[in-house]
């Protein structure tokens, strides 16, 4: 079973940028699809943005469109999420997760059976 670690969470100021990196390990990763994912405090967990890692092609939920990319890098088998102009809306942990469902239905996005253990990002001044 593979396993995934999220780095790069941190405290950053409204307007600013950070960027998230899942290295998968043990993962054949041409064969699946990775998601990241996030949960605010007292809130459920939602779906941000997803990639076929074979195909490059990826979707993004509607809050995040225009300011977040997600990509994959074959060198490192990391799944890499660019966070620009940053809310407080935006403060959550993020994870990752693979081997689920990526298509324009996020809806269709909650069968994900593998999760790194998050990284909290903190949008304040």
């Known amino acids: 079973q593979g396993q995934l670690v999220e780095l790069g969470g941190g405290l950053v100021q409204p307007g600013g940028s950070l960027k998230l990196s899942c290295t998968t390990i043990?993962?054949?990763?041409?064969?699946?699809?990775f998601g990241w994912f996030r949960q605010a405090p007292g809130k459920e967990r939602e779906a941000v943005s997803c990639i076929n890692w074979k195909t490059g092609r990826t979707y993004y939920v509607d809050s995040v469109k225009g300011r977040f990319t997600i990509s994959r890098d074959s060198v490192g088998n990391t799944v890499d999420l660019e966070m620009n102009n940053l809310t407080h809306e935006d403060t959550a942990v993020y994870s990752c997760a693979a081997d689920g469902s990526c298509t324009d239905d996020v809806s269709r996005w909650d069968d994900y059976p593998y999760w790194g253990r998050g990284t909290q990002v903190t949008v304040s001044s």
């Open positions: 043990g993962f054949s990763v041409d064969m699946y699809n």
